[in-house]
T-cell receptor, first 117, second 112 residues
C-alpha cells in the first residue's frame, strides 16, 4: 500500500531564510507522482510543485524546489527566501495506482510552517 | 474563471440528520473526488468518479453517498450512519491520469 510520511508537525523559519519540509514515501509501483500542496487557514489546497518518478531533474517552481532522492524515497520541499505569506499547512501527496488501477492521491499528515518577521 | 465551487462554506446539522454538500466545477474535468480532513490528519478519500453516472468508494466511504448525474456536479450526502461526521470536506477534480488536480475551498460540517 502507498504511504506518505511527514515527520515534522511544525516548523519555524525567519523571514527571508530557506526552509526544508520533509516527506518520505512508500510504494512498490515504479510509476508514481509526488505533489506538494499548501493549505492556508482559509482551507483551499493550493498546488505548489510536482515530481514524476521518471523525471531526471528535480522540479522547481519559483521559490519552491523539490529535493527528490529516489533511492531514499524522499521528496523534500525547499522554500527559499521565506515570506510571511508562506505560513500555512503543507501537505506532501503521492499519486499511484490502486489495486483497481485507479490513480489515487494519498496524503501525508502535513507540516505547519510558521514564518516569523 | 474556471474552478470548483463548494457550498456552503459552513454547515451545522443536528445529529441523525442527513446533509448534502454541493460541489460544482466548470473545468470540463471528467474525474471528481471527495476528501475528508480531520484536525492533525491529511486528506482521506471518500468517493471518486471518473465519468458521469459512475462512481467508486474510496478509503472511508461508510456513512456517505454520492451521485454523478452531470459532469459538472458531484454532491456528497453525509448520512446518519456516519458516526463522526464533523470534519472539513474538500472536493476536487482532475483530468484522469494527469497531475492537474483542482480543489474547492471546502465545507466545514459541524454536527451538534
Amino acid at each position: 500500500a502507498q504511504k506518505i510520511t511527514q515527520t515534522q508537525p511544525g516548523m519555524f523559519v525567519q523571514e527571508k531564510e530557506a526552509v526544508t519540509l520533509d516527506c518520505t514515501y512508500d510504494t512498490s509501483d515504479p510509476s508514481y507522482g509526488l505533489f506538494w500542496y499548501k493549505q492556508p487557514s482559509s482551507g483551499e489546497m493550493i498546488f505548489l510543485i510536482y515530481q514524476g518518478s521518471y523525471d531526471q531533474q528535480n522540479a522547481t517552481e519559483g521559490r519552491y524546489s523539490l529535493n527528490f532522492q529516489k533511492a531514499r524515497k524522499s521528496a523534500n520541499l525547499v522554500i527559499s527566501a521565506s515570506q510571511l505569506g508562506d505560513s500555512a499547512m503543507y501537505f506532501c501527496a503521492m499519486r499511484a495506482p490502486s489495486n483497481t488501477g485507479f490513480q489515487k492521491l494519498v496524503f501525508g499528515t502535513g507540516t505547519r510552517l510558521l514564518v516569523s518577521p | 474563471d474556471g474552478g470548483i465551487t463548494q457550498s456552503p462554506k459552513y454547515l451545522f446539522r443536528k445529529e441523525g440528520q442527513n446533509v448534502t454538500l454541493s460541489c460544482e466545477q466548470n473545468l470540463n474535468h471528467d474525474a471528481m473526488y471527495w476528501y475528508r480532513q480531520d484536525p492533525g490528519q491529511g486528506l482521506r478519500l471518500i468517493y471518486y468518479s471518473q465519468i458521469v453516472n459512475d462512481f467508486q468508494k474510496g478509503d472511508i466511504a461508510e456513512g456517505y453517498s454520492v451521485s454523478r448525474e452531470k459532469k459538472e456536479s458531484f454532491p456528497l450526502t453525509v448520512t446518519s450512519a456516519q458516526k463522526n461526521p464533523t470534519a472539513f470536506y474538500l472536493c476536487a477534480s482532475s483530468i484522469p491520469d494527469s497531475y492537474g488536480y483542482t480543489f474547492g475551498s471546502g465545507t466545514r460540517l459541524t454536527v451538534v
